[in-house]
């Protein structure tokens, strides 16, 4: 199915924050791809918050063009909203308006989308839809390798902190699929600095890198393969 393989891997990360640097170095170390969500409307270094003791800051649009180069750029809203809360125009202005912006900006067509707090329903997908958005992940997770079959309710795998994440790999490199399966994995790169586990994803990646039965792929680039 890629590239005559029945494994895949790929990464999904949200939030454009300063954490990605190291994430996108580390990725490139192993040969690791990944999707990055981003927010055109919080590009600015004074956008903060926090995550216990960690201030977290959003990278400025000034800073952001090259950063991901090789990897994939998809929509996570204009301004993080929890699109449940808004009318449908508010969640078209939403999802559009990010889409748009970050198009011109990167100078490329997206198709990809992680919900902002993993909120959704009937009525978001269907503009999300609208929109020209093809596939959409949620935060629930499959805790296997099978792939959603509704794209705009898309089910990751596992979140990086899953506490079986390390046996989920192992069983995945040793498998041998009679079809398709997916090793899909996300979060936050801000999350490693919070927890001080950045030597967790170089963990996950080495257990993952240079296989040969393995395709290595952004999100679109497994999910979309037309």
Known sequence: MWNGKLKAVT????????????????FGRYGMK?????????????????QKDILVRRINKTDIKDLYDGHEIAVHCLTHANLL????????????????????LFDIKIEGMAYPFGTYNETVKKIARECGIRYARTVKETGGFSISDDLLELKASASHNREDIFDMIDRFVRMRPSEPSMLYIWGHSYEFDRDRTWDRIEEICRRLAFRDDIFYGTNREVLLTD
Do not use: H, P, W
């Open 34 to 50: 990944a999707t990055f969500n981003l927010n055109s409307g919080l590009m600015s270094k004074n956008s903060t918050f926090m």
């Open 85 to 104: 809360e808004f009318d449908e125009d508010t969640i078209y202005n939403e999802i559009k308006s990010d889409k748009d912006a970050l198009e011109d």
């Open 11 to 26: 990464f999904s990360y949200d939030d454009g924050v300063e954490q990605d640097r190291r994430l996108v170095e580390i």
